[in-house]
T-cell receptor, first 112, second 112 residues
């Protein structure tokens, strides 16, 4: 039972490079989320998708784009990476409002 | 601004004691309340969720919700060194898609 799967687990980029973080869930959840976690800052919402076909900005969307490819997959793209985007990125999903979120193992991203 | 506040700690308790973790929130319309445990370098793991005023028990864990006073707490009975982690409080605020907002977490250290 995989739950929420994130790839890659680690990545090092140079400033200006682009990359896509992948997230897939096998729980048939409607909503999916991307967070970043920085020391002392807690989890901050980047983007979310309340249902297949919809995406919305969260608290810190600048520098990111997302795609809800289908019900299972929700990707996060950095078009031109900046050192300020060095962080741990978590994908989460949940079945419906009021329900708890389930998190993937995270992607540790360093931008030099 | 809607906020979720936690004391960053660390909260240090001896093995076998009761650990009490607190969380306050600003939005009176909040509906759902979640506690996650996060070990260093790992992803958040759901411990409990609570929707109604009062206590909810699950094994050594008890969640307590007081909507009038706008706080939710987590009690850990018979604390073990393996409980040492950061505990995140999340609150689904009213409005929008009820997306959970996370506190910055409380670090708990259980010493033998």
């Amino acid at each position: 039972n995989a739950g929420v799967t994130q790839t890659p687990k680690f990545q090092v980029l140079k400033t200006g490079q682009s990359m896509t973080l992948q997230c897939a869930q096998d729980m048939n959840h409607n909503s999916m989320y991307w967070y970043r976690q920085d020391p002392g800052m807690g989890l901050r919402l980047i983007y979310y998708s309340a249902s297949e076909g919809t995406t919305d900005k969260g608290e810190v969307p600048n520098g990111y784009n997302v795609s809800r490819l289908n019900k299972r997959e929700f990707s996060l793209r950095l078009e031109s990476a900046a050192p300020s985007q060095t962080s741990v990125y978590f994908c989460a999903s949940r079945s419906a409002d009021y329900q708890p979120q389930h998190f993937g193992d995270g992607t540790r991203l360093s931008i030099l | 601004q809607k906020e979720v506040e936690q004391n960053s700690g660390p909260l240090s308790v001896p093995e076998g004691a009761i650990a009490s973790l607190n969380c306050t929130y600003s939005d009176r319309g909040s509906q759902s309340f979640f506690w996650y445990r996060q070990y260093s370098g790992k992803s958040p793991e759901l411990i409990m969720f609570i929707y109604s005023n009062g206590d909810k028990e699950d094994g050594r864990f008890t969640a307590q919700l007081n909507k009038a006073s706008q706080y939710v707490s987590l009690l850990i009975r018979d604390s073990q060194p393996s409980d040492s982690a950061t505990y995140l409080c999340a609150v689904s605020l009213s409005g929008g898609s009820y997306i959970p907002t996370f506190g910055r977490g409380t670090s708990l250290i259980v010493h033998p």
